[in-house]
């Protein structure tokens, strides 16, 4: 009778043991679910950020593009400028030229007005 | 419920079943474990995703931010230069016309008729100008004799328009490679009024720049207001 007591006993904690180690089992499953969740994210991150490289790097070479074609765009507007500007001055040169001499040799004498002829 | 102890068949029975339960207890809070775990690695996975992605978008914001400055940046400077390069071209030539206005006008002098009344007028402008009764005519060597007698028919001008007297004397001492006209110092040496020819185109050359600059180059198209 005391045998088979200890023998069911035995059983049971036998039982016990085994439900113990399938909690624990499912313990270290959580644990290491932690640490995926981890070194996934991490990789996730590092896909993100390649991709916005990419983007990044595409929009850098469209501005270097842009700003070359501005650079030569400016540089022919200023040209015909400055065409414009030589070409209007060889026209008019000789007509300010007159101006200035002639207005060089131009006397207008005034008496101050505020004073008075003097005298009889 | 019988009292009476139980059989072996029985017990071994009520043995199973309870080694039964005691599984099947420990399987589903295994499972619940799991459930919850998976639950969490989801969303610690996400968290942590966000936050990063969050950071990394900041940051090329502000690159790109960087990228568009640079540019508006290089665009005015370009835009900057140009007008620079205009204006330089400009005053290129303004200095060239001033130039070959200072080189002609040492012609003037050369047509008597014309000189001799641009001395007379400027003569009486300095005695009107200076008012004293004594004053000293300072001319060229070569324009001594001209201008003694422009000074004297002066003189009986400026009477008939001031009604006042004056005394002058001619000296020669002006630089010969001046274009022409005179200079006149007061009787004191105190007033000195240079009216040579070198003087008058100075002056004219800064006083008409607007009007030079509208008939060299055509008035400036994005001026609104003019007095």
């Known amino acids: ?120 | 419920m019988s009292s009476r102890p139980l059989n072996d068949e029985e017990v071994l029975n009520q043995m199973n079943k309870m080694v039964a339960f005691i599984k099947q207890e420990a399987l589903e809070k295994a499972r619940e474990i799991r459930v919850k775990a998976d639950e969490e690695f989801a969303i610690e996975k996400a968290k942590l995703v966000k936050q990063e992605q969050l950071a990394i978008d900041a940051q090329h914001e502000k690159r790109r931010k960087g990228v568009e400055v640079a540019q508006k940046i290089a665009q005015s400077t370009l835009t900057n230069k140009s007008r620079l390069k205009l204006l330089h071209r400009r005053e290129e030539h303004l200095q060239d016309l001033f130039s070959t206005s200072r080189s002609s006008i040492l012609s003037l002098a050369t047509d008597e008729g014309r000189y001799v009344q641009f001395l007379e007028g400027v003569i009486i402008q300095a005695y009107l100008q200076i008012l004293e009764p004594s004053v000293t005519v300072h001319s060229r060597k070569q324009d001594v004799d001209v201008v003694s007698r422009a000074s004297e028919s002066a003189a009986t001008l400026y009477k008939e328009i001031s009604g006042r007297d004056v005394e002058f004397e001619v000296q020669g001492t002006l630089s010969d490679e001046g274009a022409g006209g005179v200079k006149l110092i007061s009787g004191t040496r105190r007033i000195t009024l240079d009216n040579t020819l070198d003087e008058r185109l100075r002056l004219l050359e800064d006083r008409m720049l607007p009007e030079i600059r509208k008939d060299l180059f055509g008035a400036n198209e994005n001026r609104k207001f003019y007095t």
């Open chain 1, 1 to 120: 009778m005391a045998a088979q007591q200890s023998q069911g006993i035995q059983t049971l904690l036998e039982a016990e043991k085994e439900a113990a180690k399938i909690v624990q089992q499912a313990r270290q499953y959580r644990v290491q679910k932690l640490k995926d969740a981890r070194s996934e994210a991490t990789k996730e991150i590092e896909e993100y950020k390649k991709a916005k490289e990419r983007d990044f790097k595409a929009f850098e070479q469209s501005y270097a593009g842009t700003t070359s074609n501005a650079q030569t765009a400016v540089d022919n507007e200023t040209e015909i400028k400055l065409q414009a500007i030589s070409e209007s001055y060889t026209r008019s040169k000789d007509l300010v030229v007159k101006k200035l001499l002639d207005r060089v040799v131009l006397v207008k004498p005034e008496l101050h007005r505020n004073l008075k002829k003097l005298g009889a």
